[in-house]
């Protein structure tokens, strides 16, 4: 299988178009056959991230690399950064706003959910500088049934 | 549990994906918390939520989620459901008129989850202060 890259951009609190990208690739991935608990794992990462995005970020851009062994998922936005990403990772702690708690988010699960659900996950931030996140999924690895 | 009879016995009103109600639910969720549904196993699972919104419908498919009841006298508007046939969503969406809490209108003989993470199985019939229900489900284009 040939490498192939695969770019989306989201718009900062749109919404309304909040989470297709997600589904884009969740749908493509199910068309290349992948294992379904994988791809399960890389949607829910890539939802998670763009939610996040959305929610609390500025525009920002996904870039989704399947290779033949592994897939990168990289979420990147010109928000206002994470002040403190240990702390974002802990289970529920969250900074949402009141309008994100009312359409069923900020249980502070995003960063953990991601975490969880990569095989490797990385993030770069600086206060006002914008947030990377970059995940990496093998296709091989073994875990417990999702 | 077959699909179609959880909608029977709910007596809910089929909004989206007809051709889906021969699938096999095992367990039954109840959440307000799209992070909730993402973190629970979902395999076989039918989800009851209040929040009738573009963003439930998109976590239920990335969760994998065979169908959604849409409780609390929550019925979603168009977007909703067109939502839901952009994302090519493979599972149906439904609406029943329920004032109850979504973990009280379990159907019977199920299992599963709710927000406060207690395991729910109901044995009884939907309660009594269920709201009077529809005559017949309706077919929703």
Redesign the interface.
Known sequence: MASLRKSFFIKARD??H???A??HI??LLKSMHLD?ALV?RI??CC??GE?NAVIHGGDANIHVDIETDHLTLEIADDGPGIEDIARAMQPGYSTASEEARE???G????LP?MKNNSDDIRIECAPGQGTRVHMMFLYEAERG?? | MKLSEIVRELDATILYGEDQLDKEIILCGASDLMSDVLVRPTNGILLMTGLASVQAVRTAQIAGVLAVVFVRNKRPGAEVIEAAKAGGFRCSLHHIPCSSPAGGCMPAGSAGWTGDDKPVVCLAAPPADFDTPHASPQSYE
Request: no cysteine; glycine share 16%; proline share 0%.
């Open positions: 919404f309304a909040a989470g297709e997600s589904i969740q749908n379904s399960r949607a829910i939802y998670e939610m359409m069923g988010f249980a502070g699960m995003g959910n049934i999702a």
